[in-house]
Protein backbone atom coordinates (compact mmCIF):
# COMPACT_ATOMS: atom_id res chain seq x y z
CA UNK A 1 0.00 0.00 0.00
CA UNK A 2 2.81 2.65 0.51
CA UNK A 3 4.85 1.48 -2.12
CA UNK A 4 1.19 2.56 -4.37
CA UNK A 5 0.51 5.60 -2.91
CA UNK A 6 3.77 6.50 -3.19
CA UNK A 7 3.99 5.83 -6.73
CA UNK A 8 0.44 6.95 -7.54
CA UNK A 9 1.32 9.63 -9.78
CA UNK A 10 2.77 6.73 -12.23
CA UNK A 11 -0.55 5.54 -13.76
CA UNK A 12 1.33 3.21 -15.74
CA UNK A 13 2.28 0.94 -12.92
CA UNK A 14 0.26 -2.06 -12.14
CA UNK A 15 0.52 -3.80 -8.75
CA UNK A 16 0.04 -7.30 -8.38
CA UNK A 17 -0.38 -8.91 -4.85
CA UNK A 18 1.77 -11.86 -4.49
CA UNK A 19 1.42 -13.73 -0.76
CA UNK A 20 -1.31 -14.98 1.70
CA UNK A 21 -4.33 -12.80 1.62
CA UNK A 22 -6.30 -12.64 4.82
CA UNK A 23 -10.15 -11.44 4.13
CA UNK A 24 -9.92 -8.21 6.20
CA UNK A 25 -7.27 -7.63 3.91
CA UNK A 26 -8.71 -7.31 0.89
CA UNK A 27 -10.27 -3.96 1.35
CA UNK A 28 -6.42 -2.41 1.70
CA UNK A 29 -5.39 -4.67 -1.61
CA UNK A 30 -8.60 -3.95 -4.59
CA UNK A 31 -7.72 -0.30 -4.48
CA UNK A 32 -4.45 -0.76 -5.39
CA UNK A 33 -4.03 -4.47 -7.32
CA UNK A 34 -4.82 -5.15 -10.96
CA UNK A 35 -3.87 -8.72 -10.38
CA UNK A 36 -4.35 -10.71 -7.32
CA UNK A 37 -2.25 -13.98 -7.36
CA UNK A 38 -3.39 -15.59 -4.61
CA UNK A 39 -7.05 -16.28 -4.30
CA UNK A 40 -7.46 -20.12 -2.74
CA UNK A 41 -11.36 -20.39 -1.36
CA UNK A 42 -14.44 -19.52 -2.25
CA UNK A 43 -14.48 -17.21 0.69
CA UNK A 44 -11.46 -14.86 0.03
CA UNK A 45 -13.21 -14.90 -3.80
CA UNK A 46 -16.35 -13.37 -2.14
CA UNK A 47 -14.79 -10.70 0.00
CA UNK A 48 -12.44 -9.72 -3.11
CA UNK A 49 -16.27 -9.61 -5.60
CA UNK A 50 -17.33 -7.69 -2.61
CA UNK A 51 -14.62 -5.18 -1.94
CA UNK A 52 -14.56 -4.93 -6.26
CA UNK A 53 -18.20 -3.87 -6.72
CA UNK A 54 -18.11 -1.38 -3.84
CA UNK A 55 -14.45 0.21 -5.28
CA UNK A 56 -16.29 -0.26 -8.78
CA UNK A 57 -13.82 -1.89 -10.66
CA UNK A 58 -13.02 -5.12 -12.18
CA UNK A 59 -10.19 -6.96 -10.43
CA UNK A 60 -8.00 -9.46 -12.54
CA UNK A 61 -7.08 -13.54 -10.27
CA UNK A 62 -4.87 -16.38 -10.12
CA UNK A 63 -5.86 -19.03 -8.49
CA UNK A 64 -3.07 -20.41 -5.98
CA UNK A 65 -2.83 -24.08 -6.40
CA UNK A 66 -1.03 -26.34 -4.03
CA UNK A 67 0.42 -28.76 -6.27
CA UNK A 68 2.80 -30.53 -3.38
CA UNK A 69 -0.50 -31.11 -1.05
CA UNK A 70 1.60 -29.45 1.49
CA UNK A 71 -0.34 -28.99 4.97
CA UNK A 72 1.53 -25.40 5.45
CA UNK A 73 0.67 -23.81 2.74
CA UNK A 74 -2.32 -22.10 1.26
CA UNK A 75 -4.05 -22.61 -2.42
CA UNK A 76 -6.62 -24.95 -3.26
CA UNK A 77 -5.80 -28.89 -4.26
CA UNK A 78 -5.73 -29.87 -8.07
CA UNK A 79 -8.83 -31.44 -7.65
CA UNK A 80 -10.59 -28.62 -6.36
CA UNK A 81 -9.37 -26.10 -8.87
CA UNK A 82 -12.38 -26.68 -11.69
CA UNK A 83 -14.70 -25.80 -8.69
CA UNK A 84 -13.13 -22.40 -7.69
CA UNK A 85 -12.34 -21.80 -11.35
CA UNK A 86 -16.08 -21.78 -12.22
CA UNK A 87 -17.01 -19.68 -9.19
CA UNK A 88 -15.39 -16.96 -10.36
CA UNK A 89 -16.88 -17.31 -13.60
CA UNK A 90 -20.15 -16.87 -12.42
CA UNK A 91 -19.06 -13.68 -10.19
CA UNK A 92 -18.61 -10.24 -11.11
CA UNK A 93 -15.70 -7.66 -10.42
CA UNK A 94 -13.56 -10.53 -11.00
CA UNK A 95 -11.60 -12.33 -13.90
CA UNK A 96 -9.56 -15.83 -13.97
CA UNK A 97 -6.74 -15.04 -15.91
CA UNK A 98 -4.78 -18.26 -14.84
CA UNK A 99 -3.41 -19.97 -12.08
CA UNK A 100 -0.18 -20.13 -9.59
CA UNK A 101 1.97 -22.23 -7.64
CA UNK A 102 4.44 -21.69 -5.05
CA UNK A 103 6.93 -24.98 -4.63
CA UNK A 104 8.66 -25.61 -1.49
CA UNK A 105 11.67 -22.58 -1.55
CA UNK A 106 14.10 -25.36 -0.11
CA UNK A 107 14.37 -27.23 -2.77
CA UNK A 108 16.99 -27.38 -5.64
CA UNK A 109 15.96 -25.29 -8.90
CA UNK A 110 15.53 -28.79 -11.46
CA UNK A 111 13.79 -30.13 -7.85
CA UNK A 112 10.89 -27.99 -8.46
CA UNK A 113 9.86 -29.25 -12.00
CA UNK A 114 7.33 -31.28 -10.70
CA UNK A 115 5.36 -28.18 -9.29
CA UNK A 116 5.44 -26.79 -12.46
CA UNK A 117 4.65 -29.56 -15.16
CA UNK A 118 1.99 -30.23 -12.32
CA UNK A 119 0.61 -26.39 -12.80
CA UNK A 120 1.10 -26.77 -16.32
CA UNK A 121 -0.63 -29.82 -16.76
CA UNK A 122 -4.11 -28.96 -14.76
CA UNK A 123 -4.12 -26.05 -17.01
CA UNK A 124 -4.25 -27.96 -19.82
CA UNK A 125 -7.42 -30.17 -17.92
CA UNK A 126 -9.26 -27.13 -17.55
CA UNK A 127 -9.23 -25.63 -20.56
CA UNK A 128 -5.83 -25.08 -21.60
CA UNK A 129 -4.33 -21.32 -22.40
CA UNK A 130 -6.98 -19.85 -24.16
CA UNK A 131 -8.89 -20.06 -20.99
CA UNK A 132 -6.27 -19.58 -18.69
CA UNK A 133 -3.76 -17.60 -19.88
CA UNK A 134 -1.57 -17.21 -17.26
CA UNK A 135 0.48 -19.02 -15.07
CA UNK A 136 2.26 -17.14 -12.70
CA UNK A 137 5.64 -19.87 -11.57
CA UNK A 138 9.15 -19.70 -10.80
CA UNK A 139 11.05 -17.05 -8.68
CA UNK A 140 14.84 -15.72 -8.55
CA UNK A 141 16.29 -19.01 -7.69
CA UNK A 142 13.80 -21.41 -10.45
CA UNK A 143 12.71 -19.09 -12.70
CA UNK A 144 14.71 -20.96 -15.55
CA UNK A 145 13.28 -24.17 -15.28
CA UNK A 146 9.28 -22.46 -14.93
CA UNK A 147 9.56 -20.92 -18.03
CA UNK A 148 10.76 -24.31 -19.67
CA UNK A 149 7.68 -25.13 -18.44
CA UNK A 150 5.38 -22.96 -19.52
CA UNK A 151 5.62 -19.52 -17.23
CA UNK A 152 3.84 -16.44 -18.34
CA UNK A 153 5.09 -14.82 -14.98
CA UNK A 154 7.80 -14.95 -12.80
CA UNK A 155 8.39 -13.21 -9.21
CA UNK A 156 12.19 -12.18 -9.20
CA UNK A 157 11.92 -9.25 -6.88
CA UNK A 158 15.05 -10.99 -5.13
CA UNK A 159 17.10 -11.23 -8.12
CA UNK A 160 16.26 -7.20 -8.66
CA UNK A 161 15.88 -6.12 -5.31
CA UNK A 162 18.13 -8.66 -2.76
CA UNK A 163 17.26 -9.83 0.02
CA UNK A 164 14.69 -8.12 2.19
Known amino acids: MKKAEALSDLEE ?59 QKAGVLPEETQELVGKIGEAGGVRCRGLMVLPPFELDSEETRPWFAGLRELREKLGGEKALPELSMGMSADY ?12 VGTAIFGWR
Do not use: C
Open 144 to 155: PVAIEEGATMVR
Open 13 to 71: IEWHFIGHLQRNKVRHVVPHAGLIQTIDSERLLGEVVKRAGQAGRAIDILVEVNVGREE
